[in-house]
């Protein structure tokens, strides 16, 4: 009879991982896409608005002011003394910069245009990690994992995206 019981309390690690491994595929989708947008969007907008004045909005923090972006007086300094690209002029660097961490984010928050955005951002973080900040790569491999999920598997069905597909089956 212990056999038996023993034999019995062998396969609960089995089942009990096959129910966890069950209950996780339960995950929807959806809800793992929206995720990563809203956090990869979150990385990217909080860096543009280092880098404007005159407009600063940070939906956690509660800071709403709308104006006019301009760049900040820091924005060219910091391309020119710290980033330092080999390729493109401080000046042009720090408009697409700015330009791109609120433009990207925005779209991929929304869900539209979402794997373009995504694999512009993905572009980005590829620059950042080569020529600005080479050690960051565990940083750079979190953007760049969820970066990936939203190119390959796109933004789930919160989005606008998920709508205009649903719309032109």
Request: aromatic share 10%; with cysteine.
């Amino acid at each position: 009879m212990n056999a038996t019981i023993q034999i019995h309390y062998s396969h609960l690690p089995k089942k009990l991982v096959s129910q966890a491994v069950e209950l996780c595929k339960r995950i929807p989708y959806s809800l793992v896409a929206f995720v990563a947008r809203f956090s990869i969007a979150a990385i990217f907008w909080k860096s543009g608005q280092t880098k404007v004045e005159g407009l600063a909005i940070d939906l956690v923090d509660g800071t709403f002011v709308l104006g006019i972006p301009h760049l900040s007086d820091s924005a060219i300094p910091l391309f020119t003394e710290e980033y330092k690209l080999p390729f493109l002029s401080p000046e042009l660097a720090a408009h697409a910069a700015a330009l791109s961490e609120h433009i990207f984010p925005l779209l991929i928050l929304i869900g539209f245009a979402t794997r373009f955005s995504a694999l512009a951002l993905l572009g980005m973080t590829l620059v950042i990690q080569t020529f600005i900040y080479p050690d960051a790569y565990p940083t750079h491999g979190v953007w760049a994992a969820s970066l990936l999920l939203l190119v390959s598997q796109g933004p789930g069905m919160l989005s606008i995206d998920h709508l205009i597909a649903r719309r032109y089956r």
